[in-house]
């Protein structure tokens, strides 16, 4: 069974940093790119931040609103997905998802397979 669970949200001020984790376990980590999506309240989901297998193209996805804030690494011993969320600002609130999906390509507008239950994230002063 795919289990994907979030954590470390919380609220911050504006220009604060969080360190955003997920645990995955239930799969087999070469046949999925593993990622980072957010739902704000009124507005579009929008996909983040992607690692897949290997260095090619549709192995990595940034999304441009985050590209020089948020970072991504994949913890292979203990199978945990990181996100780090830098220079914080209020439009960053949102709930937090990690997901899957066969690649990264096309990150921000696929239909992920497998998504967790989200980590609440607040930036306010």
């Known amino acids: 069974e795919v289990q994907l669970v979030e954590s470390g949200g919380g609220l911050v001020q504006p220009g604060g940093s969080l360190r955003l984790s997920c645990e995955a376990s239930?799969?087999?980590?070469?046949?999925?790119?593993i990622g980072w999506f957010r739902q704000a309240p009124g507005k579009e989901r929008e996909g983040l931040l992607c690692?897949?297998?290997?260095?090619?193209?549709?192995?990595?996805f940034t999304a441009d609103s985050v590209k020089d804030r948020f970072t991504i690494s994949f913890d292979n011993a203990t199978t945990t997905l990181y996100l780090y969320l830098n220079n914080l600002k209020p439009e960053d609130t949102a709930v937090y998802f990690c997901?899957?999906?066969?690649?990264?390509?096309?990150?921000?507008?696929?239909?992920?397979?497998?998504w967790g239950q989200g980590t609440q994230v607040n930036v306010s002063s």
């Open positions: 997901a899957l999906y066969p690649w990264c390509t096309g990150w921000d507008s696929v239909t992920y397979f497998q």
């Open positions: 239930g799969f087999t980590f070469d046949d999925y790119a």
């Open positions: 690692k897949g297998e290997g260095d090619s193209a549709d192995a990595t």
